[in-house]
């Protein structure tokens, strides 16, 4: 009876989607880059390659497969325990793999469908999940607000989130394939945009999800389907890029299976550690703008939506997962925070380290690995536990139970003066013995630095060597463009929201960035020149140059007549591509003059400009469009810490032709009619005061 109703329930969800208003659908007309090997199918093929990736859901009942049927029967996977480096072998010796450029060459997948929206599907009859297959065609996220989360023993009133689940859903897909995600946006007074973090998106500059840069903000009650290639592999997040709403809930992991730079037996679904706030990011933020800045504070730490809040109540509330002694297990870290940077270590463990970002990197072995704000580091740990200290230091431990620490770094997390959370929020057991909390201290803790930084910078090595070529962009001299970070004060009757308000804002150069969420850049293309507001950088260069962007948070180069100079770091993201790390320097450019490193630098689309120091990066000007670049400490985001690269207008012009941006004008068509009403507003009787923060 229970599995009758179970699918009964299941069948009514179904339905109410199916039948959901599909008033604006597009066919999603867009010119996605074709792969380069355009490999016949066989006539006969009798076994094309479709199998569970090695790196795939814990979940024993996962039906999730790569498909490359369209390689034909050639084709085997080739990944085994003894070799993840190999991903596809194909005929007279092709293959994909750890050395192939991703950039330029990948399988030919499929389009990524519906995956178990809904648990209660899992034991129905196969008639079931046929229907969900045929009714769905591609993910489908629904964005709820006024949720209550306990996710750490206190509750958090104002959750906004993905399908009712923090962290949202784990959206798969194999290296090659094209993801479609419908979302749908239930918010009462916001609109929304989804981010995919780290996507690269050639091609695809509509899909990627930053509104009043890339689109318009999804009105309530609206939906927009994103579609982009995975041409890149391996472990990344989306969230929303309307203002402050990650903080709030709107996150979750983004996996493309693919090769791996080491050998592992095992895979662990993704861990996302995050700080956490029991009050909506929305009540806080306006602390960060005021005349004497005082920041807001965080209140926890959270593991994969697990944590256990001082004097909360939630004992044993930690996230926790099992080993089998002398096997290897892939980790997928995440940092989803709003102002955190982690140090991520096992007790007794040692941690290898294979990718940073996107970028395999040849493997590295350390006891522990620093996330900085939206970086990602997949590493393998071998399930041989080590004493750390005492007289059997370098021994195997007999113990079977050991913490998983996120230890907030010095200078880079917020939470209040000697209120910091407790670190230890996962748990690792070994084999069926009692469950019970570990008493493993941390390892060689005396000589850690706890120091905000990012992992050492000649340890995160390109497995496919890059060698960057001179600046093109030397017209500030041969290190490129110049930005200053700083915090801004307003000119008088120049201040934001309204004109005179005195709130500061960060600012990524001359001027903070502000936003209006009806005019997107996007739109816009055709201009000569953009109001300074939108901060637009032209970055019109032949395709394959190198465009250099030297950025500093050195208060003398930042310095000008209403800027404020307070000390910080901040982890810097640039979409739409990888970047070259040419440089990271902790002390200023008069003490430690420019010396890039030109052959095979670190490469990743998150770095930290470290407090008082620079960074110079470089990207290669292949991906034409308008692509954001700001500081993910959501706060500073906010406050306008970002700038919009305009990367060979013409051709993103031409590129971006009237049927691509045609579902783009309707969603805006929709927010302007939404906007309009000002019953719609959170407060409708202040309509002068919608937006009070950058948009992004």
């Known amino acids: 009876m229970k599995l009758l109703q179970d699918c009964w329930i299941a069948l009514l969800e179904l339905f109410n989607l199916a039948t959901f208003s599909t008033t604006g659908r597009s066919s999603l007309q867009q010119a996605l880059q074709q792969p380069y090997h355009q490999l016949p199918l066989p006539e006969h093929a009798s076994q094309p390659p479709i199998f569970n990736p090695p790196s795939g859901p814990e979940d024993p009942e996962s039906t999730f497969k790569c498909d490359y049927s369209a390689l034909g ?15 596809l072998a194909g005929p007279a010796g092709k293959r994909f793999d750890i050395n192939s450029d991703y950039e330029t060459i990948y ?22 999940k046929d229907l969900i297959d045929m009714i ?87 939906k927009f389907t994103y579609r982009f290639r995975a041409m ?14 990650y903080g709030d809930g709107l996150a979750g ?13 095992y895979a662990r679904d993704p861990i996302l550690m995050t700080d956490w706030n029991h009050r909506s990011g929305f009540m806080d933020f306006q602390q960060e703008l005021l005349p004497q800045p005082n920041p807001p504070l965080m209140d926890s730490i959270l593991l994969n939506g697990q944590g256990s809040y001082a004097g909360g109540g939630k004992t044993g509330h930690q996230w926790t997962t099992v080993f089998k002694k002398g096997k290897r297990y892939l980790l997928r870290l995440i940092n989803t925070s709003v102002d955190t940077t982690f140090i991520f270590s096992i007790d007794n463990h040692n941690i290898t380290v294979v990718s940073s970002d996107f970028v395999p990197i040849h493997p590295y072995t350390t006891d522990h690995v620093v996330v900085g704000i939206g970086q990602r580091y997949h590493v393998v740990v071998t399930a041989i536990p080590k004493e750390t200290t005492g007289p059997n230091k370098g ?12 230890i907030p770094a010095t200078g880079c997390s917020g939470f209040p003066a ?21 008493t493993s201290q941390r390892n060689n803790y005396t000589s850690w630095s706890l120091a905000c930084r990012d992992e050492p910078y000649d340890k995160l090595v390109p497995i496919i060597p890059w060698t960057i070529g001179s600046a093109s962009n030397t017209h500030e001299g041969q290190f490129g463009d110049l930005f200053g970070v700083g915090l801004q004060r307003p000119d008088p009757g120049q201040g934001k929201p309204q004109p005179n308000d005195s709130f500061n804002h960060w600012a990524l150069g001359a001027n903070p960035l502000y936003l209006n969420f009806s005019n997107p850049t996007i739109l816009n293309l055709n201009n000569k020149t953009f109001n300074p507001d939108y901060v637009v950088i032209p970055e019109d260069y032949p395709e394959g140059s190198w465009v250099y962007l030297l950025i500093t948070a050195d208060p003398f180069a930042a310095s000008g007549p209403r800027r404020l100079d307070i000390p910080a770091s901040h982890p810097i993201h640039l979409h739409g591509h990888d970047f070259a790390l040419l440089q990271q320097s902790t002390r200023n450019l008069t003490v430690n003059p420019p010396k890039p490193k030109l052959d095979n630098p670190p490469r990743r689309d998150v770095t930290l400009l470290p407090s008082g120091g620079y960074i110079i990066i470089a990207f290669k000007a292949d991906n034409p469009g308008v692509w954001l670049m700001h500081c993910h400490i959501a706060w500073h985001a906010s406050s306008g810490l970002a700038l919009q690269i305009l990367e060979r207008q013409e051709k993103a012009q031409q590129q971006l032709t009237p049927a691509r941006l045609k579902e783009t004008r309707r969603v805006c068509d929709n927010w302007n009619t939404w906007f309009a009403n000002p019953k719609n507003h959170y407060n409708p009787s202040d309509v002068k005061v919608f937006q009070d923060d950058s948009g992004i």
């Open 107 to 128: 399988p030919t997948g499929i389009t990524r469908k519906v995956h178990k929206i809904f648990p209660s599907i899992n034991h129905c009859v196969d008639l079931a």
């Open 418 to 438: 000697g209120g910091s959370p407790d670190e230890r929020q996962g748990i690792i057991h070994y084999g069926n013995q009692p469950r019970i909390l570990p």
């Open 73 to 87: 029967s050639q084709w085997v996977p080739c990944s085994t325990p003894g070799d993840r480096k190999c991903w």
């Open 136 to 222: 769905f065609s591609q993910y489908h996220l629904i964005v709820n607000e006024n949720t209550t989360l306990d996710a750490d023993g206190l509750v958090m009133p104002y959750a906004k989130l993905f399908n009712n689940t923090y962290p949202g859903p784990w959206i798969q897909a194999c290296w090659g394939d094209i993801i479609e995600v419908t979302v749908e946006n239930q918010l009462d007074f916001n609109g929304t945009s989804i981010h995919w973090h780290g996507i690269r998106q050639l091609e695809s500059l509509e899909m990627d999800g930053v509104n009043a840069v890339t689109q318009c903000p999804i009105a309530p009650k609206d």
């Open 232 to 245: 890149q592999y391996g472990t990344s997040w989306y969230h929303s890029h309307y203002s402050l709403q």
């Open 253 to 265: 992991p983004l996996t493309i299976h693919g090769p791996s730079a080491t050998e592992y037996d």
């Open 395 to 406: 021994v195997n431990s007999t113990a079977n139970d050991f913490w998983v620490r996120t």
